[in-house]
């Protein structure tokens, strides 16, 4: 069983930053994909980025050179720098790791807001 306590989330102003921060702990950890999702209200939950163990990275259109994924390895942290907010960035942000051989065990974080608005 992972763990995953995310944290950063807030009411930013137009233009500004937030990171997001994903902790997970667990019993035999081994993480091979770590990511972000988000779900703004009525709508889908949506891919934000992603990054392998090997620091592949994968990135929605919409926040491609605004938005950077990176991970510590030793601290079994995830964490996305945004910057150049948009209004359309609210949503809920939810932490995603997956792990097993296979990438089969999939586990999520609660989630954290993000609001942006002026």
């Known amino acids: 069983q992972v763990q995953l306590v995310e944290s950063g989330g807030g009411l930013v102003q137009p233009g500004g930053s937030l990171r997001l921060s994903c902790a997970a702990s667990?019993?035999?950890?081994?993480?091979?994909?770590m990511g972000w999702y988000r779900q703004a209200p009525g709508m889908q939950r949506e891919l934000v980025a992603i990054i392998t163990n090997g620091d592949r990275t994968v990135y929605a259109e919409s926040v491609k050179g605004r938005f950077a994924i990176s991970r510590d390895n030793a601290k079994n942290t995830v964490y996305v720098q945004m910057n150049s907010l948009k209004p359309e960035d609210t949503a809920v942000y939810y932490c995603?790791?997956?792990?097993?051989?296979?990438?089969?065990?999939?586990?999520w974080g609660q989630g954290t807001q993000v609001t942006v608005s002026s």
């Open positions: 667990g019993s035999a950890l081994s993480i091979n994909i």
């Open positions: 995603l790791v997956k792990t097993g051989a296979l990438n089969q065990y999939e586990y």
